[in-house]
């Protein structure tokens, strides 16, 4: 089963996957953010906060159950350049080297200064990444 999502879609999709990869084996996310401060300010010191703030809570995911699914998974993360996606830029980046450095591949794809954070790219990247996945 597949999660995917757009803007805060895409902020969903990679959360369920990662909290679920018993039931997701595939997840596509266009243009997120995945740090949860960036949505709700000062009140990070809540502990269900962390839990659903990616780009923190998978530096300690050192359970192996968790971080063998992950890499049997086929992941995705797209973003632009532009304007409304640099929002995303840092958490997009933080992942992409916790991903690394846990050895879990996965697709951190940057799409140019001309792709914006809009349906326009979303409705060219959704079939792109389809058409490349092993489904």
């Not at 995917?4 to 369920?16: K, P």
């Not at 595939?26 to 709700?40: E, H, M, P, Q, T």
């Not at 992409?96 to 940057?110: G, N, T």
Request: proline share 4%; glycine share 6%; with cysteine.
């Amino acid at each position: 089963m597949m999660t995917t999502g757009c803007s805060m879609g895409a902020y969903h999709a990679l959360n369920f996957f990662l909290q679920h990869p018993d039931v997701f084996t595939k997840v596509i996310a266009l243009s997120g953010v995945y740090d949860a401060r960036f949505f709700v300010g000062d009140y990070y010191n809540d502990d269900a906060i962390y839990q659903n703030s990616p780009v923190d809570y998978i530096w300690n995911q050192n359970d192996g159950w968790f971080i063998d699914r992950y890499r049997q998974a086929e992941i995705v993360l797209c973003t632009g350049l532009v304007a409304w996606e640099q929002d995303g830029l840092p958490s997009f980046y933080k992942l992409k080297e916790a991903f690394d450095q846990k050895q879990i591949p996965a697709w951190f794809a940057e799409w140019g200064h001309d792709v914006a954070h809009d349906w326009e790219w979303w409705r060219k990247q959704m079939p792109y990444f389809l058409g490349n996945l092993y489904l």
